[in-house]
């Protein structure tokens, strides 16, 4: 039994109320009993901002609740929740907030990834809570994880599929042999892709998300242009195939990395193989491997989008905000960061898979390994399809896909030799290039 007499209470209110909204109002009203007896404090909700109260939603928002004019929310509330997305609204909500002395949790990863130092910094000064669990991987506390159960490791490495429409189109293609536009318009019918899929597909969703990951991992901010980011617009179903045969799986992988005094983040298609743990993530699903010096590699798994596993990591944020703020301010959540931006490693280092398409003759490979050669790129494997007839060449002779797999090399290397692997006359098309995460080569 809960002593109520001895019950804390915090208000909280929430500025945006579409399907994440909608989710943790749901979430905080429907389990308030039990969030009191999990915690010792009674978290109530006393305003929810929306511009819109016409709509449909999951959940009748009770009436007393509705404003359209956030300022009651600020003027209410304990701990403000943005959930309005985007950038502009959302960054003067978040520091007018924190000027005000409130705590703030967000699940707004676009404006924590591009513009977030201001807003950390302001939180830090003012020694208020600001939490952001939902912004990364909706329901798995992979935030939580790095800020606090892995905060005495050296963080090695960070492999992610963090967008789960990405994740789907690519399991779709991979199982169902489906061509890129087919899986996406599977995607869309299923609602797991928005009608307009550019941040999804071209990278930028899963970009956002592992800058902020790494962030939190290596402790300094970073200029967002400095991440790498590459969508899967591009792929065709022949890689997915020829992958296949070849023992990988194609994922729309995010990727930090630790380079003696430098950082690799990029996001990028690429093959793992598939008897990892990440290439079993398929569908909609997210997952995160996480590599410390201590404690090895550790691994989350779930669903990295939706109204109620997004709820579940707003309102844990919501929670550790009310014991910071029972505490006095004394349960530090802020981020020790360096004020230097972290050292960016562009020229990374990587395995690669490179198909050429090109006229079955002789001869023709050994044009092609001069050139890498020519770059210091090791040839590991060889795959020719000889009953793969794509289209005529110039002569009328048959055109077949070349697939290379080289060693690790640096990717200024690999740019430069298919620029010239390019220019050679029995290059039919543009080399395609897709980055191998494979530690054993």
């Known amino acids: ?15 945006g109320c579409g399907t994440v909204g909608t989710g943790t109002v749901k979430l905080l009203i429907q389990n308030r009993e ?60 978040i520091l007018e907030a924190l000027t005000r002395g409130k705590c703030v949790v967000t699940a707004n990863k676009h404006l924590l990834a591009e513009d977030g130092r201001e807003i950390f910094e302001e939180a ?25 159960g892995l905060s005495g490791n050296r963080i090695l490495s960070i492999l992610g599929i963090l967008n789960g429409t990405t994740n789907y189109i690519l399991t779709r293609m991979f199982e169902e042999n489906l061509s890129f536009n087919e899986a996406l318009e599977e995607a869309k019918k299923k609602g797991y892709a928005e009608a307009d899929p550019t941040l999804d597909v071209e990278g930028w969703d899963a970009a956002h998300k592992i800058a902020i990951l790494s962030m939190l991992a290596y402790g300094g901010y970073l200029d967002f242009n400095d991440v790498y980011v590459e969508g ?62 201590f404690v090895g590699k550790t691994m989350f798994y779930g669903q990295g989008a939706g109204s109620h596993p997004t709820a579940s990591a707003v309102v844990s944020d919501i929670i550790d905000a009310g014991k910071f703020l029972l505490c006095g301010g004394k349960e530090r959540f802020l981020l020790n960061w360096d004020r230097d931006k972290l050292k960016i490693r562009k020229n990374f280092y ?19 390994a001069n050139v890498l050669a020519n770059y210091n790129i090791s040839i590991a494997s060889v795959l020719q399809k000889e009953m793969v007839c794509k289209i005529a060449g110039r002569e009328g002779e048959p055109i077949v896909p070349l697939v290379i797999l080289t060693h690790k090399a640096y990717e200024n290397d690999i740019q430069k030799a298919l620029s010239d692997v390019e220019k050679l006359p029995v290059v039919v098309e543009k080399p395609i290039l897709i980055r191998v995460e494979e530690e054993a080569y």
């Open 350 to 368: 990587s395995r690669y898979y490179m198909r050429f398409d090109v006229p079955d003759k002789p001869g023709v490979l050994a044009k092609i």
């Open 124 to 148: 830090k000064k003012r020694n208020l809570f600001l939490g952001f669990e939902a912004s990364v991987g909706g329901g798995i506390p992979v935030i939580k994880a790095l800020r606090e």
């Open 1 to 15: 039994m809960v002593d109520n007499s001895l019950m804390q209470s915090i208000k909280v209110g929430i500025v």
């Open 34 to 93: 039990i969030i009191k007896k999990k915690t010792g404090i009674d978290f109530e909700l006393v305003k929810v901002a929306d511009i819109d109260w016409e709509k449909e939603r999951e959940f009748d928002i009770p009436k007393t609740l509705r404003t359209t004019d956030y300022r009651e929310v600020l003027a209410s509330a304990d701990i403000v929740v943005e959930l309005v997305g985007g950038k502009e609204f959302a960054k003067k909500l």
């Open 232 to 293: 899967i617009t591009n792929i065709e179903r022949l890689d997915v195939e020829l992958g296949k045969e070849l023992g990988y799986t194609l994922k729309l992988l995010a990727i930090a990395k630790k380079v003696d005094s430098e950082v690799e983040i990029r996001v990028h298609p690429t093959f793992i193989h598939s008897e990892e743990a990440l290439a079993k993530v398929s569908g909609v699903y997210n997952g995160v491997m996480i590599e410390g010096d």
